[in-house]
């Protein structure tokens, strides 16, 4: 006799339409469909259930319609997809078995049908959170490391700043510099994440932007002999004063943009000619160009943290029904850290 498959509800966070702002909770929606918890026989499928979800400012450039972007819009009517951990339930792909622990692209819903495994990565299980396959170990951590080591090309001595520095990418990347020898300094929106700067991350010196009525004076306090490398993670009023403050051949990774209420509706950058008078290299960046440097990356970044010389701040919301507000909270700085969904424990 054949056995039926059981069909269970399924929690999702359906995208609404398209936005050209700043993402607010209603943009998103919860609703409960139904799934059958067996991957098609032929499909070359299989299904998981979601455990953690990463939320990440790049994916407010998916809430908008297509504008020659690097990565397709999401689907209105459909859930949202991003970066997730998940465990195998059940499989069609001889390369997945149940049980099993994946880190790649997931929708944002309890149970996942996943038909592409290009960019899935098979977890092994030891000593390190689940959860920091979407954030230390994932596309934030590759990201900073990427950006850290092949944009910046620093060398031993150098000056280092780097803004939204409590972020997800932010904070590894002042930690690698300083492992590296660099002088560092951060910039952060609250009196919290400054503290954590400098108490708990590591860095040399920490300021509250949301304090320092003059930005390039700010820098100046904290680089008197100039910035050799800023890693920007802001873009704005940030960006113009490290133009300022650039020493000859410094190097400008641009990563994110956060500070930007329209991502179509864009203002210009002063202090330009900076780049010619310091011959100044900037670069914007994606880490996915760098794949290739992955394993290296891993390595590196696991031993650095089993020998207690990384850390790694996490902000973690509970369930599936605190996503939307999470994502949002990206944007006006609620986040500590690198922001996480638990959706279900393994």
Known sequence: MKMEAETVDNKQVIFKGFIDRIPRETDMELKIGKIELKAPKGSGAFLVKNLYLSCDPYMRGRMREYYDSYIPPFVPGQAIQGFGVSKVVDSDDPDFKPGDLVSGLTGWEEFSLMRKHEQLRRIQKDDIPLSYHVGLLGMAGFTAYAGFYEVCSPEIGENVFVSAASGAVGQLVGQLAKLHGCYVVGSAGTSQKV?????????????????????????????????????????????????????????IAVCGMVSS????????????????????????????????????????????YKQG????????????ESAPAALVGLFSGKNVGKQVICVARE
């Not at 394993?295 to 031993?303: G, I, K, L, T």
């Not at 010389?309 to 599936?320: A, H, K, R, T």
């Open 195 to 251: 503290d954590i700067l400098k108490n708990k991350l590591g860095f040399d010196q920490a300021f509250n932007y949301k304090e320092e009525p003059d930005l390039n004076a700010a820098l100046k306090r904290y680089f008197p002999e100039g910035i050799d490398i800023y890693f920007d993670n802001v873009g704005g009023d940030m960006l113009e004063a490290a133009l300022l403050n650039m020493r000859i051949h410094g190097r």
């Open 309 to 320: 010389n990384i850390v790694y701040i996490e902000d973690m919301s509970e369930g599936l």
């Open 261 to 304: 209420n329209s991502l179509s509706v864009s203002k210009g950058i002063h202090n330009l000619f900076s780049l010619i008078a310091k011959r100044i290299r900037m670069q914007g960046f994606l880490q996915s160009d760098y794949l290739h440097l992955y394993p290296r990356f891993f390595e590196n970044v696991v031993s650095n």
